[in-house]
């Protein structure tokens, strides 16, 4: 039976609830300890605008929540928060009904792997994983290879033209339960830099030490694309409608709420049925469109 979600709060089944428990992280990680500081009100935290310390803490939630003993990422690549991520992993969890085997296709894994990593040792879904940027796929093969438990679940895949999303990806006898991905937001490199000098000057209000660059990291496919994020889930749609017979769900995150409407405006023209999962976490709203072409 689906749970009841809060306003305000994670998904029922997300690990994350809460304040992090910083004491069971840094003994499964004894290097976070040393980015571990006090909050204005005496709480342990760590200095989300560093991003050495927010990878860490990353490697510490991987570790203890997922058993992935062996994860890192290239220095200026993205650092994704971990409670989010599996928020959305959660919500799709939702669609589907008790069946073992799920095959899912992740769009722009990142070379973070990190909703492969989530979903194989959460659930066990097996995961095709694709990416734009041959890098990205690089260190997420690094990652399959160097954690046994993500051998057999997880398989990669380049894709090698920029026009496209699940064509070259998904082949002639691939079937899918659920498709997933996180859309760049931003349709310049401009606009992708003034929002993460935004997000560093929110972190570090009233810290005299402002650390510079970019706080989470991101390499041009993971922040921005030509059209931003509505035109990418617009080409998304529309090729959606060739696989419909291959795929039973396709999902997206989107980050913007007036990409909402005119996104299912376009799936309902091409006769998807569509429902909005809207997630939250504290004042932070957002929400994944899901679709799909067959009978529910």
């Known amino acids: ?88 992993i959660h919500y799709i969890a939702d669609l589907l009904s008790k069946k073992k085997a799920i095959n899912v296709l992740d769009i722009g894994t990142g070379a973070n792997c990190i909703y492969p990593i989530i979903g194989s040792q959460t659930y066990g ?5 694709s990416d734009i940027d041959p890098k990205s796929i690089e260190n997420a093969q690094k990652i399959i290879d160097s954690n046994e438990n993500l051998k057999n679940k997880v398989k990669l895949k380049l894709q090698k033209d920029k026009n496209h999303i699940f064509i070259g990806i ?27 000098k935004r997000k560093v ?23 921005w694309c030509p059209g931003g994020e509505r035109l990418f889930l617009k080409k998304m749609a529309k090729e959606s409608a060739i696989f419909a017979s291959q795929v039973y769900y396709f999902t997206s995150l989107i980050s913007n709420k007036e990409n909402v409407k005119p996104t299912i405006k376009v799936l309902e023209k091409l006769g998807a049925k569509c429902q909005v999962l809207e997630m939250s976490q504290g004042q932070k709203i957002s929400r994944v469109l899901a679709w799909t072409f067959k009978k529910i």
Not at 12 to 24: A, L, Q, S
Not at 125 to 129: H, I, L, R, V
Not at 172 to 194: G, Q, V
């Open 170 to 196: 998904i082949e002639k006898n691939d079937r899918f339960d659920l498709t997933m991905c996180n859309p760049p937001f931003h349709s310049s490199l401009e606009e992708a830099l003034k929002a993460n």
């Open 1 to 88: 039976m689906k749970k009841e979600v809060k306003k305000g709060e994670l998904h029922p089944n997300n690990p994350h609830k809460g304040r992090y428990n910083f004491e069971t992280l840094v003994s499964n990680l004894p290097e976070l300890k040393s980015f571990i500081t006090k909050s204005p009100v005496g709480e342990e935290t760590i200095d989300f605008s560093d991003n050495q310390a927010v990878i860490c803490l990353n490697k510490a939630l991987i570790k203890t929540y997922y058993n992935i003993d062996n994860w890192d990422i290239p220095a200026g690549f993205l650092c994704p928060p971990i409670p989010g991520r599996a928020d959305y």
């Open 201 to 223: 000057d929110n972190l570090n209000k009233g810290n005299k030490d402002i650390k510079k660059g970019l706080n989470f990291g991101g390499q041009k496919a993971e922040l």
């Open 125 to 129: 879904w097996n995961y095709t994983a």
